[in-house]
């Protein structure tokens, strides 16, 4: 911006203002012009603002726009420089530019570009603002200032803007915000700043007769590219907090009841939380799941009882890695289903841990009765009389505990006269033909296994009588 007599003046340094939240997730470097690698000392050093450039596109004769600073020297400083006195929106610093000039060229524009912090995302929205003031020594105002994107350093002046003022800016004395949501449709990586529509599609007022320039010019302050959005730690432990961060608004409601942009959780059980994002221009209602990794619960299956010398197979479920005690009588200690063989009556308690990031203790216990198995509670009659009186007319051996149960029934020659695998099952003195035999001794053997596995026998003689 160049296009009147310089005039100077003297500034003291301001300190720099305290950054508010509101800009805390904003993808414009530089976004209040504060950094810097020199103080400005003439016209066009916008470039002294770091990060900032000069947009050429449509521009002529040298001119562009100026960075003015409180360490400027006299006539480019904060609050008083060529273009008028104002302080600054935020710190010591802005920008000054011109948003048209037919006079010294159609379509004349003093934009800048800057390289945003990370890109857009496609399809997601953002809250667009800044802060624009009109210099007090121009006569002329304009609409349409505003901010548009690119994917390259190319902004040209075509009648496109995500965020623009469509009315006049007359107002010398307060900061105007111009601001917008817009949802971008396209992964930008630099953000434009100026007037964007050709002369024939913006407005010029005549604002102020009093004033030395005839151009429309602003000061621009105060940029910021805001995600509208819910971000925070997805995944906790039980009993740890997570912090979720609402970004994009003036104003913020949680389903907490929260009313800050940013929150402290501590859920039990996974949660999803929701906030409603509202600023000028936009609302939105956002929400997030946080996923809460769960306590083990062990379950252990197996025997509860054993025979002396006998064996017990243990499993145990609900962790990633186990640890048994005692170690006595186990085939090992650090594996989910070890063999236990105990000799007395034992209690074995595992500890297991599980988690993907977190780490979680669980225990839980069995405890195995050793019992002594090497007796069977047996009867076996030694007479029987099978005269159809209904007393005691049947041979029946009452057995209990014993496995693999067999009896066979002989007579005196060595005929099989009767046999059987289940215990309680009678024999009523007929052959295997159905002959009822005759009075007499008769020879029997019964085989099985103890509840051990030793070998169980038991033979003898019984008499029948009619």
Sequence with gaps: MKLFPILFFQIVLFLLA??????????????????????????????????????????????????????????????????????????????????MAPTVKKDYRENIYAKLISPLVSGETYYISMKVVSATDCENTTNNDGVKFSTDTIFSVNNIAAVHSTSVITDQVNWTTISGCYMADSAYTYIGVGNFFDDAHTTVSFSCPSCSNAYPGYYVDDISVIPIALSGNTNVCSGDTSR??????????????????????????????????????????????????????????????????????LTVTGANSFS??????????????????PAITTTYT????????????????????????????????????????????LFVVTAEGINNYHIEVFNRWGEKLFESNTPNTPWNGKNLNGIMQSDGAYYYIITGNYPNGNLLKKDGFLQLLK
Excluded: R
């Design 244 to 313: 979720l961060t609402a970004s994009g608004g003036d104003s913020y409601l949680w389903n907490t009841g929260n009313t800050t942009s940013s929150i402290l959780v501590k859920p039990i059980i996974t949660t999803t939380y929701s906030v409603t994002i509202t600023n000028p221009d936009c609302t939105f209602n956002k929400t997030i799941m946080v996923n809460v990794d769960s306590m083990p619960i062990l379950t252990i299956s197996g025997p509860q009882s054993i025979c002396e010398g006998g064996s017990a197979n």
């Design 324 to 341: 048994w005690s005692p170690a006595l009588g186990l085939s090992s200690i650090n594996i989910a289903n070890p063999i236990a063989n």
């Design 350 to 393: 595992v500890t297991g841990i599980a988690g993907g990031g977190c780490k979680y203790i669980g225990k839980d216990s069995i405890t195995i009765v050793v019992k002594k198995c090497d007796s069977v509670d047996i009867y076996i009659p030694n007479i029987f009389t099978p005269n159809g009186d209904n007393k005691n007319d």
């Design 18 to 99: 305290s950054i508010t939240p509101l800009f805390a997730q904003n993808l414009v470097p530089n976004w209040s012009f504060e950094q810097y690698s020199a103080c400005p000392t003439g016209f066009t050093q916008i470039a002294n603002a770091i990060g900032w450039y000069p947009s050429y596109v449509d521009n002529c004769c040298g001119y562009q726009v100026e960075y003015l600073n409180a360490c400027g020297t006299s006539g480019f400083q904060v609050p008083s420089n060529v273009w008028g006195y104002h302080n600054a929106s935020t710190g010591v610093a802005y920008m000054s530019q011109v948003t």
